[in-house]
């Protein structure tokens, strides 16, 4: 960070204090236009009070919050007071926010008052709409595209809307459903009633929630069409429910596990999940298997959570995709403030941005030259072409063996692992890339974790919000994004390499596509074999180079027969084939 941004960064910190169910969160953020979008943290940090379970201690008799408890919890006030003095955020930049705990406490005024008092911070106290909408800006924060349904499963309620964010604009229920069927609360009522009596109920509340949310005619159409709602979810509840299915995934193959923004899986093994806690009462395995990021205190509330969604499925209309994120009150506050402008943002280009190369653009040209003009997907041409061309020099420092390996993992451990709104996806795609552009040569373990990334890629359904025409599982056009997605990081490895400074002279070589074969791109070509019969489109790639010039000795010379190579590596057994022919001039 160069000291100019660091002065513009210093300026636009806020610091938020949520006030939750489960913990009380405190984070300083910066609002600085050039990043806003992804709401990058300079501190964070969690107090474990859980002021849910301290109300309810007793059992089902609530009591108030003890005066202890509320000593504690301004002693951790004035010791993020002191944090954000250090950072250097005034008393005007810090936002208190309390939710449902704080607002159903029996002694929510005197809680607030001591605050207030020993903090002089205000304490906005949300409403059950302002809690709702919030949570809604958090989850449409964590994603690119959003269009669907909206659950949120706190300490104390279950919160049940839709959402869609087109352009930046965003559209939320105008009456979202809060019910009292939180982890927390639907746990205790778990060990004194009957389960099958308690799904009923869930299920038949869920069902007249459905109607009073308002769910607009072209979201109903639009999942009549292809295949089912996608589903956007958000708190405690439903983090462990997906670091639960994450663990489950066969063999432990699942290549992100530390990351549950952007996590998603297919309906189908969603229900199966939630089925097996509501049957079973108990998470997989034995008393001892652990669950990366799920405490005693959640697994125990596990099988509550399952019995709240197998009811929530069974009651909702038919289900595609169940998005999970980490998009909570500081995200949505955040997110609430910004302009549409900003909003429609790509978090992918904008994490990218501050590590691009001099001539960012020209690198962009130039790898377009070589992409046919029909045939490649929109996410490759606007997400992945142009945030590779951002991170095309990052690891020029490493030691050779390592830059392919430390590309691929970019965006699960790199420098980019911490950016806020990106899928797995997203996360797998543009670190296949980046491998891809430094050579593609890494160790087999390696190699098995790019396959694991692959075979994410795969099984991803296309979600409503891409706006395909069919979006049921589709493997040939995920097939498509991942042949493509390592065409383009191998023909950087041939552009960086004859522009290695940041910088594209112009003459030195361009890319040329057989216009016979490109008016040819979306028809097939039979190729047989003494076995079968497939059928593949072929690109025809010429590099058209100046033998004299300096840019084009024999080093690239190398690369250019690299490229070949791995062209042809990855055209075997697909039905994408490219050729790389090279004509000097």
């Known amino acids: 960070?160069?000291?100019?941004?660091?002065?513009?960064?210093?300026?636009?910190?806020?610091?938020?204090?949520?006030?939750?169910?489960?913990?009380?969160?405190?984070?300083?953020?910066?609002?600085?236009?050039?990043?806003?979008?992804?709401?990058?943290?300079?501190?964070?940090?969690?107090?474990?009070?859980?002021?849910?379970?301290?109300?309810?201690?007793?059992?089902?008799?609530?009591?108030?919050?003890?005066?202890?408890?509320?000593?504690?919890?301004?002693?951790?006030?004035?010791?993020?007071?002191?944090?954000?003095?250090?950072?250097?955020?005034?008393?005007?930049?810090?936002?208190?926010?309390?939710?449902?705990?704080?607002?159903?406490?029996?002694?929510?005024?005197?809680?607030i008052r001591e605050i207030e008092l020993a903090t002089k911070w205000k304490v906005n106290v949300f409403n059950k709409k302002q809690e709702?909408?919030?949570?809604?800006?958090?989850?449409?924060?964590?994603?690119?595209?959003?269009?669907?349904?909206?659950?949120?499963?706190?300490?104390?309620?279950?919160?049940?809307?839709?959402?869609?964010?087109?352009?930046?604009?965003?559209?939320?229920?105008?009456?979202?459903?809060?019910?009292?069927?939180?982890?927390?609360?639907?746990?205790?009522?778990?060990?004194?009633?009957?389960?099958?009596?308690?799904?009923?109920?869930i299920k038949k509340a869920i069902s007249e929630a459905i109607y009073k949310i308002g769910i607009p005619e072209e979201l109903l159409e639009h999942a009549k069409r292809t295949g089912g709602f996608d589903v956007y979810s958000c708190g405690g509840g439903m983090r462990c429910l997906g670091h639960l299915l994450i663990s489950q995934e066969e063999k432990g193959d699942y290549p992100i596990q530390t990351i549950i923004n952007g996590y998603v899986c297919s309906a189908e093994k969603f229900n199966r999940t939630v089925d097996y806690l509501l049957l079973k009462g108990h998470i997989p395995g034995n008393d001892s298997t652990k669950i990366f990021k799920v405490s005693e205190k959640r697994s125990k509330q596990l099988p509550a959570v399952g019995l709240l969604m197998s009811a929530v499925v069974d009651a909702l209309p038919p289900l595609k995709s169940m998005h999970f994120c980490d998009g909570g009150v500081r995200e949505g506050l955040l997110y609430s403030r910004l302009p549409d402008s900003i909003r429609s943002q790509d978090p992918i280009l904008i994490s990218t941005q501050p590590y691009a190369p001099l001539r960012a653009d020209k690198y962009l040209n130039i790898l377009k030259s070589s992409l046919p003009q029909t045939g490649v997907p929109k996410l490759i041409l606007g997400r992945i072409a142009p945030a590779l061309c951002n991170l095309a020099f990052v690891h020029a420092g490493y030691p050779k063996e390592l830059q392919s390996t430390a590309a691929l993992h970019v965006a699960d451990t790199g420098i980019i692992a911490g950016c806020h709104g990106l899928s797995h996806k997203i996360r797998a795609l543009i670190g296949i890339a980046l491998s891809e552009r430094w050579g593609g040569d890494i160790p087999e373990n390696e190699n098995n974790y790019k396959q694991k990334l692959e075979n994410l890629i795969m099984e991803q359904r296309l979600?409503?919000?891409?706006?395909?025409?069919?979006?049921?599982?589709?493997?040939?056009?995920?097939?498509?994004?991942?042949?493509?997605?390592?065409?383009?990081?191998?023909?950087?490895?041939?552009?960086?390499?004859?522009?290695?400074?940041?910088?594209?002279?112009?003459?030195v070589f361009s890319f040329c596509i057989n216009e016979s074969n490109e008016e040819n791109m979306g028809q097939t070509a039979h190729i047989k074999n003494s076995k079968s019969s497939s059928s593949a489109t072929i690109l025809d790639v010429v590099i058209k180079l100046n033998k004299n010039d300096l840019k084009t000795s024999a080093s690239v010379r190398s690369r250019i027969m690299i490229l070949q190579k791995n062209i042809r590596k990855l055209s075997k057994g697909s039905s994408l084939k490219a050729k790389i022919s090279v004509e000097y001039l």
Not at 149 to 177: A, N
């Open 463 to 507: 979600s409503a919000a891409f706006k395909g025409t069919t979006l049921d599982y589709d493997k040939n056009v995920n097939a498509k994004i991942i042949w493509w997605t390592r065409y383009v990081g191998m023909v950087m490895f041939l552009i960086c390499g004859v522009n290695p400074g940041g910088n594209i002279r112009d003459g």
């Open 1 to 111: 960070m160069s000291n100019f941004e660091a002065d513009i960064v210093s300026r636009s910190l806020v610091a938020i204090v949520d006030i939750g169910s489960n913990g009380i969160r405190f984070s300083i953020s910066s609002k600085a236009p050039h990043h806003a979008r992804i709401m990058p943290s300079v501190y964070k940090d969690r107090l474990g009070i859980s002021l849910f379970d301290i109300q309810y201690q007793n059992g089902d008799q609530k009591r108030p919050i003890p005066k202890e408890i509320i000593t504690e919890v301004c002693h951790a006030m004035l010791r993020f007071k002191l944090i954000c003095e250090d950072f250097g955020v005034s008393d005007e930049c810090v936002e208190v926010i309390a939710t449902e705990s704080t607002r159903d406490a029996l002694n929510c005024d005197n809680l």
């Open 132 to 201: 709702c909408d919030i949570g809604c800006f958090g989850v449409i924060s964590s994603f690119n595209l959003v269009s669907g349904l909206f659950v949120d499963i706190g300490g104390g309620s279950f919160i049940l809307s839709w959402i869609q964010c087109k352009d930046g604009v965003v559209r939320v229920s105008d009456s979202p459903v809060s019910l009292p069927y939180g982890a927390g609360a639907l746990s205790r009522r778990l060990h004194t009633e009957d389960t099958r009596a308690l799904f009923l109920e």
